[in-house]
């Protein structure tokens, strides 16, 4: 699976928009960009893929490069409960399961 | 219905004893994957079965071992336990063997040796 790289940490205001980047410039054709997130000490919860377009859903927005180089999650509103780390994922459709985390940004959002 | 359920979710053992964990996926999903989470490597992959067979397996020591029963539920075994086996251990679970899915995490098993 291609490396991801995100920043480490960012900051977000209550009710705006949060933009969470993600590097994959290694990422290959089979490869979808996946992204999950975890609130403290909880499991990770799934939050959206994509492979080549752009894809919504109820929770959020995934912008991915026309290169595929790159990508980045939108939440559309965030809320104090979306406080949590993010992980950016790049993960082959035949390898099986198996996700490979990297540090993930730490979101935080204030009031 | 009802989510990926683990058990136990809190556990303390003495270094050298070994430890059982449990998952029991989502009703209809054969596929379970585990994790270790450490403040210091972060979440890494431990091994994932399909239909009672292991597909993938991480870096990680012989000690580790896993297996799955008939009904999809899986149980992670950590034999001669070590100080730096202290971690949150979870598993996930999906309905396919690989490909365009999600996986869901269960709640974790918090494991303490002392």
């Known amino acids: 699976d291609a490396k991801t790289t995100q920043p480490p940490s960012m900051d977000c205001a209550e009710g705006r928009a949060a933009n969470l980047p993600c590097n994959h410039s290694?990422?290959?054709?089979?490869?979808?960009v996946y992204w999950y997130r975890q609130i403290h000490s909880q499991g990770p919860q799934y939050i959206i893929h994509?492979?080549?377009n752009n894809e919504t859903n109820e929770m959020a927005s995934l912008i991915i490069t026309e290169d595929r180089k790159s990508s980045t999650l939108i939440l559309p509103h965030a809320t104090l409960r979306d406080t949590a780390v993010y992980y950016c994922?790049?993960?082959?459709?035949?390898?099986?399961?198996?996700?490979?985390f990297g540090g993930g940004t730490r979101l935080m959002v204030k009031p | 219905k009802a989510g990926v359920t683990q058990t136990p979710r809190y556990l303390i053992k003495t270094r050298g004893q070994q430890v059982t964990l449990s998952c029991s996926p989502i009703s209809g999903h054969r596929s379970v994957s585990w994790y270790q989470q450490t403040p210091g490597q972060g979440l890494q992959f431990l091994f994932e079965y399909f239909s009672e067979t292991q597909r993938n397996k991480g870096n990680f020591p012989g000690r580790f071992s896993g297996r799955q029963f008939s009904n999809s539920r899986s149980e992670m075994n950590v034999s001669t336990l070590e100080l730096g086996d202290s971690a949150l251990y979870l598993c996930a679970s999906s309905s396919l063997a690989g490909g365009d899915n999600e996986q869901f995490f269960g709640p974790g098993t918090r494991l303490t040796v002392l």
């Open positions: 290694t990422i290959s054709g089979n490869e979808y």
């Open positions: 994922i790049a993960r082959t459709s035949y390898a099986g399961n198996m996700l490979t």
């Open positions: 994509g492979l080549k």
